[in-house]
């Protein structure tokens, strides 16, 4: 005989809404984890170290505004390497610079002087920070340098790529770049997690849809 109670399954129409609001949320965010760590893979498999020689023009100095290193503010110093063979200047991001005790001041950097053989990794740009829609380069101080803005406001002609130097000179700079897969297993743990709420909402959709049917009445 069957029991004193049945179960229905009778979803809810809000609780279709959230069951999909969920899911979706959740699909979106682990795709978009999803791409992220593809990406940090491909910068991986792609990465091109290059040696370069020449001469760097100390007066065309750019300090990359709000960089971090060892918990201490700071910049990263942007220069124009002027190549020994000719040709067009490649930009080089030569390492980060403690910011002075004052905003106003800044650090002098240590440029060395006639012909340097430098290495490093080639990059099709530098990465990009965070700007106010609109904002622009201002003085020394930049929070981006773009090819096109550093040609514009120097008149130089650049290569279509930028180094990040990675071999040491005497200049105190430090060069601690972070590895070009760093937070690769972090995007595909948020992914698995955002997949998982996605997964989720779907199966607490069905287990509440079901209600129990009061018995006849007899």
């Known amino acids: 005989m069957p029991g004193p109670f049945a179960f229905a399954f009778r979803p ?32 991986r498999a792609g990465v091109e170290r290059v040696a370069l020689s020449g001469e760097f023009m100390p007066e065309f100095t750019v300090y990359l505004d709000h ?8 910049y990263h110093v942007v220069q124009p390497l002027r190549p020994a063979a000719g040709g067009a200047h490649v930009l080089v991001n030569r390492g980060w610079i403690a910011a002075g005790s004052r905003r106003g001041d800044l650090p002098e950097v240590r440029t060395p002087a006639g012909a340097v053989a430098i290495e490093g990794v080639k990059l099709d740009r530098f990465p990009r920070a965070w700007a106010p829609a609109g904002a622009g380069p201002e003085g020394r101080v930049w929070q981006n340098v773009t090819r096109e803005d550093f040609a514009a406001w120097s008149g130089l002609a650049l290569a279509p790529f930028v180094l990040e130097q990675h071999s040491a000179l005497e200049d105190g700079l430090a060069r601690d770049w972070p590895a070009p897969d760093l937070g690769l297993e972090k995007h595909l743990a948020y992914a698995l997690q955002w997949y998982s709420l996605a997964a989720l909402s779907v199966v607490l959709f069905v287990v509440l849809s079901f209600r129990r049917d009061a018995p006849p009445a007899g």
């Open 67 to 74: 960089k971090v290193h060892r918990g201490r503010p700071g």
């Open 12 to 43: 809810r129409w809000w609780g279709c809404a959230l069951a999909a609001a969920g899911c979706a949320a959740g699909v979106a965010l682990g795709n978009w984890q999803s791409g992220r760590a593809e990406e940090k893979r491909a910068a």
